[in-house]
C-alpha cells in the first residue's frame, strides 16, 4: 500500500511517497546496513553533537554537563565526530556501536586522525554484542535511536549498560515534524500521528526502512525499561533559527510546531 505525502525521513529533508511494508527485523537490518554503508551520509547528512538536531545545541542545553573522567557509549556512532566532541572534553573511554561497517570505519579513522581512542562494535542496537553491563556513565544517541526495531528491547538494553544513576541522552525527528510537510505558505497534515506501521521509502540509489513513533511510545518505553526523565526539549532555539532565515523555509516550519525531541533520562 503507498501511503500518501511526503513523509520527513530526518532533519529537514521530505522524500517521496512511502509503502507500507511488514516488519522483518533481518530484512530492516540489511535495507538500512547497505544505505548507510554506501549513501547514507551523502544524501541525509551526518547529525553530531554539539547538535542534536535542528535548532538543539548541547552549547544551550547543558544535559551532559561535565563529562570528564566519564565512560560514554554513543549508539549509532556514525562518522565518530560525537564521540570526538565528548573525548576533547575529557571523556575516560568511548565506546560505540553502529549498524553500519563503513560507518564503524569512517569513525576510526577520524577519532585516530584526532588522537583519541575508542572501542567500536559493529552490531545492531537490539543485539547482544558484549557490551560490559553496569559500567557507562552516559549512555548516548544523537538521531539513531529512532531506527530501532525494537524501542522497548533497545531502551532495557541501554539501561543494562549503564551503572545505577547513570544518564541516558538521545534525540530524534519529533514525531509531528514527520506528519506534517511545508505546501508553500501552509503546513499541511500528511500522515496520521498515531500511525506507527513500518514503511520503506526509496532515496537516491538506495532504499531505507522504518517505523514513526509516538511521543508517547518513547515515554512509555523508557519507563518500562527502569528510566526516569529529567528532561525533555522540543522547541527550536531562536538563535540557531535566526541563522538559517533567508536561507531556508524549514526555519519557519521549526517556529510553527517541534522538528526535533531530545530525552535525558536517568537509570533508577
Not at 564521540?83 to 560507518?103: C, F, H, M, N, P
Not at 554484542?129 to 557507562?136: R, S, W
Not at 506501521?197 to 526509496?202: A, D, E, L, P
Request: charged share 25%.
Amino acid at each position: 500500500m503507498v501511503m500518501k505525502g511526503k513523509p520527513n525521513i530526518i532533519g529537514a529533508g521530505e522524500v517521496g511517497c512511502a509503502v507500507s511494508v511488514d516488519m522483518d527485523k533481518n530484512s530492516i537490518y540489511e535495507t538500512n546496513g547497505f544505505y548507510w554503508d554506501t549513501n547514507g551520509n551523502d544524501f541525509l547528512g551526518a547529525i553530531v553533537l554539539p547538535h542534536y538536531g535542528a535548532f538543539v545545541s548541547e552549547e544551550k542545553c547543558r544535559l551532559f554537563g561535565d563529562v570528564s573522567g566519564k565512560k560514554v557509549l554513543e549508539i549509532g556512532c556514525g562518522n565518530g565526530r560525537s564521540l570526538q566532541y565528548l573525548g576533547e572534553r575529557q571523556a575516560a573511554e568511548l565506546w560505540a556501536v553502529d549498524l553500519s561497517e563503513k560507518q564503524i570505519e569512517k569513525a576510526a579513522r577520524h577519532l585516530k586522525a584526532c588522537g583519541l581512542t575508542a572501542r567500536l562494535i559493529r552490531s545492531p542496537m537490539e543485539e547482544e554484542c558484549g557490551l560490559p553491563m553496569d559500567y557507562f556513565d552516559f549512555v548516548y544517541s544523537i538521531y539513531a535511536i529512532g531506527w530501532t526495531t525494537d524501542l522497548e528491547g533497545t531502551f532495557c538494553r541501554i539501561a543494562s549498560y549503564l551503572r545505577k544513576n547513570g544518564v541516558f541522552i538521545f534525540s530524534w525527528s519529533h514525531p509531528i515534524h514527520k506528519c506534517v510537510a511545508a505546501e508553500g505558505d501552509k503546513l499541511v497534515f500528511k500522515k496520521s500521528y498515531f500511525d506507527e506501521s513500518w514503511y520503506s521509502v526509496t532515496l537516491q540509489e538506495g532504499e531505507l526502512t522504518l517505523s514513526d513513533r509516538k511521543l508517547s511510545t518513547y515515554v512509555n518505553a523508557l519507563a518500562k525499561a527502569g528510566f526516569v526523565i529529567e528532561e525533555m526539549i522540543e522547541q527550536s532555539d531562536e538563535e540557531m533559527m535566526q541563522s538559517r532565515e533567508g536561507r531556508s523555509d524549514f526555519a519557519e516550519k521549526a517556529r510553527m510546531l517541534p522538528v526535533t525531541f531530545v530525552v535525558k533520562a536517568r537509570k533508577r
